[in-house]
């Protein structure tokens, strides 16, 4: 009889492992609506590859902040800012790699508007580009000769100060972001292009919007993307 309960014990213990397995999800016509400002509230995600050496990452977002906001935060135990995409309040674009910043000035952007986004860096040459609504920065130098290497987090809606924590309220985003990818290599500008027109592109092999394997942390809502803009 104890066998037997010992049994049923474990088989239900599996069962319950199962349910909570994140199943990725197709996000195919949706977005993330992140409604308030908090500390707390984010979008994590997470991803078999433990080292890059190259890395496109695309996605789109609305927002009213006038103040900085962080897009993007993929963090590692050995560093919080490994890849960071941050809006400063003029405007500007900082992305960052292995802690080592460039800004992009120039490209200017408008509240309540869907705009897309998409960055590249190799780490052979070390050279970084963002490319905005469908318009190229300069290439610049950002960091060369170290990849990306440890467990890899990624969180959207809050700018990683720590592995998976340390969130500033001041830093947080607020507003609606939409078909996010990320490849392990730099995308062609025809195939960047293509991501801009919302044309057929090859998904993302790092993250796919398709197939996203996710867990939403606090008050993150999942929703139909409305499409006026894009």
């Not at 080292?51 to 006038?66: I, K, N, Q």
């Not at 025809?190 to 592109?201: G, K």
Request: proline share 3%; glycine share 8%; charged share 15%.
């Amino acid at each position: 009889n104890v066998l037997c309960l010992h049994q049923m014990a474990l088989v239900l213990l599996l069962v319950m492992l199962t349910a909570c397995a994140a199943v990725p999800q197709d996000l195919s016509g949706k977005m993330f609506t992140f409604p308030e400002a908090t500390n707390t509230a984010h979008v994590r995600i997470t991803t078999s590859r433990q080292e890059l050496s190259a890395v496109t990452v695309c996605l789109r977002f609305l927002t009213d902040l006038r103040r900085g906001y962080s897009i993007f935060s993929l963090a590692t135990p050995s560093s919080a800012n490994d890849l960071l995409i941050f809006k400063l309040e003029n405007g500007v674009t900082e992305f960052i790699i292995r802690n080592k910043l460039a800004e992009f000035v120039g490209q200017e952007y408008g509240l309540n508007v869907w705009h897309s986004i998409c960055t590249t860096w190799d780490s052979a040459s070390g050279l970084g580009q963002v490319w905005f609504d469908g318009n190229p920065s300069s290439r610049k130098l950002i960091s060369s000769g170290t990849n990306i290497k440890g467990s890899i987090l990624i969180v959207l809606g809050q700018e990683q100060d720590s592995h998976g924590g340390a969130f500033d309220t001041n830093q947080c985003f607020v507003g609606m972001m939409s078909d996010v990818h990320m490849w392990d290599y730099t995308l062609s500008p025809c195939e960047i292009q293509n991501y801009m027109s919302d044309l057929s592109f090859t998904p993302g092999n790092v993250l796919n919007w398709k197939a996203l394997d996710f867990q939403i942390k606090g008050r993150v809502l999942t929703e139909d993307k409305q499409k006026a803009g894009l």
